[in-house]
């Protein structure tokens, strides 16, 4: 009752006043808009230790700091990493640091056993594995902290699990359905959303893929929209209570093995992306995919080797397949947008070639860029992404070019230089879209327009 009683007496000075409310100049750092102070701060990140120094300032630089710099994205290169961590954010009352994580890497995550052991790789031959037994802790205690991060780091967006050891698994008590039992059914958990999760093993390994890979995950999310699988074997289902509804496959193989049944993990996905193919056997990811009569979006990485026969697109194999992919019948009658990254076919367009004189009863070739172009602009949706490093196509001023060129970079043509550009090719009125590597567009067409 007594410190009640002290309030409002003026003779009390027990009190401290409050700290006014500091005016600064319009050019000092604190008046700066966010994102230009995001920019002073991103030049003093590149060493990792300028940014200590103005964190200590003052709270609000320390607040922004922490939440766009220091813990926005953070890698564990080992267990002892990640034990440290947990120990001072996540042991006892949880840091509010937590939230500010979105990207999160575990580099060579902790595996259950660090004894030698043999390994089977593909179910075809073994192999001795020395794992590492330097900065390595308890499995379940790395599982078990694991968990607890996922519980409390609400504004996770991106998981990446890299150097993956062959024998790495996460308990598969995680990844079945609930019990149906009345008795035994337990509340449902709130579960969230993972934008994306990446995994990849130990370099030089290409190792199956199985549902110990995914199954903790199964615990705290419902939903990943973005799976991005780099170097695995594909051979059989992976049956996990997850939806996922993209797939990225980066030089994953594809077993000789017809699955007629679409496999659990794929049963929601709707886009995929593939990339660095080395075979034509890698292009079967597709027929696994859309057994599931769901998949409308499918990008194509036109750098992958795949394509290139001594350096040279191969219009006469791959043809005809970019023919049935886009003819919107069977199985591909669900295809409503095809995206080509890193494209760099223009080049193989002569407009001087095609002023020639051609008699009539010669049927036109079709191992030829145009009727590439023709085949693939049948899809409703088609979006061309340009290769990084610039292409340069050849303009002719019979074509009505104002100028004739032979290295005119694509990104100074102009929309009506496009339409000039790609007269010839004699694409079908669907929606095509031009862009930069950068997703800046540079042309488009609707067929509404």
């Not at 992306?273 to 769901?294: A, F, H, P, R, Y």
């Not at 979006?297 to 049935?324: A, H, M, Q």
């Amino acid at each position: 009752m007594k410190k009640y009683q002290l309030i409002g007496r003026k003779s009390n000075n027990r009190f401290p006043k409050r700290k006014e409310a500091v005016t600064y100049p319009v050019t000092h750092l604190h008046s700066l808009p966010l994102e230009i102070q995001l920019r002073i701060f991103g030049s003093l990140h590149n060493d990792g230790q300028s940014l200590l120094p103005m964190a200590r300032t003052c709270s609000h630089f320390y607040q922004i700091i922490c939440k766009y710099f220091l813990y926005r994205q953070v890698q564990f290169h080992t267990s002892t990493e990640f034990f440290k961590f947990a120990h001072q954010h996540l042991t006892g009352e949880v840091s509010n640091k937590i939230n500010y994580l979105e990207n999160v890497m575990f580099i060579n995550p902790q595996i259950k056993k660090s004894s030698s052991q043999s390994i089977n790789i593909g179910g075809s031959y073994a192999v001795e594995s020395n794992s590492r037994t330097v900065d390595t802790l308890s499995y379940t205690g790395f599982i078990s902290t694991l968990g607890t991060l996922f519980s409390h780091a609400y504004g996770l967006k991106c998981m990446q699990f890299t150097e993956i050891a062959p024998e790495f698994a996460f308990p598969l008590e995680y990844k079945q359905k609930t019990s149906t039992s009345l008795f035994k059914r337990k509340a449902p958990k709130r579960k969230r959303s993972l934008d994306r999760l990446v995994l990849r093993p130990q370099s030089g390994w290409s190792i199956p893929l199985k549902d110990i890979h995914l199954s903790l995950f199964c615990e705290y999310f419902d939903t990943i929209r973005e799976l991005h699988l780099i170097d695995f074997i594909i051979d059989q289902p992976i049956n996990v209570d997850i939806k996922v509804q993209k797939v990225t496959f980066q030089s994953c193989s594809y077993s000789i093995k017809k699955i007629k049944a679409p496999s659990p993990l794929f049963k929601d996905v709707s886009s995929l992306e593939l990339q660095g193919l080395t075979s034509s056997m890698q292009l079967s990811l597709i027929d696994l995919v859309k057994l599931n009569n769901k998949l409308n979006t499918l990008i194509l990485d036109l750098k992958s080797t795949v394509f290139y026969t001594n350096g040279e697109f191969n219009f006469t194999k791959f043809n005809p397949f970019f023919r049935l992919l886009c003819s919107g019948e069977g199985n591909y009658a669900n295809l409503r947008t095809l995206v080509l990254k890193n494209f760099d076919l223009f080049n193989y367009l002569k407009h001087d070639n095609l002023h020639e004189d051609i008699d009539s009863w010669i049927e036109p070739p079709t191992n030829n860029f145009e009727t590439f172009m023709k085949y693939v602009s049948f899809v409703p949706n088609l979006i061309i992404l340009l290769k990084k490093t610039p292409v340069r196509v050849n303009t002719c001023k019979k074509c009505g070019f104002k100028k004739q060129q032979s290295d005119k970079l694509v990104e100074t043509l102009t929309p009506q230089e496009w339409e000039i550009f790609l007269k010839p090719l004699e694409l079908q009125e669907n929606n095509l879209k031009i862009q930069s590597h950068d997703l800046v567009d540079l042309y488009t067409i609707s067929e509404y327009s």
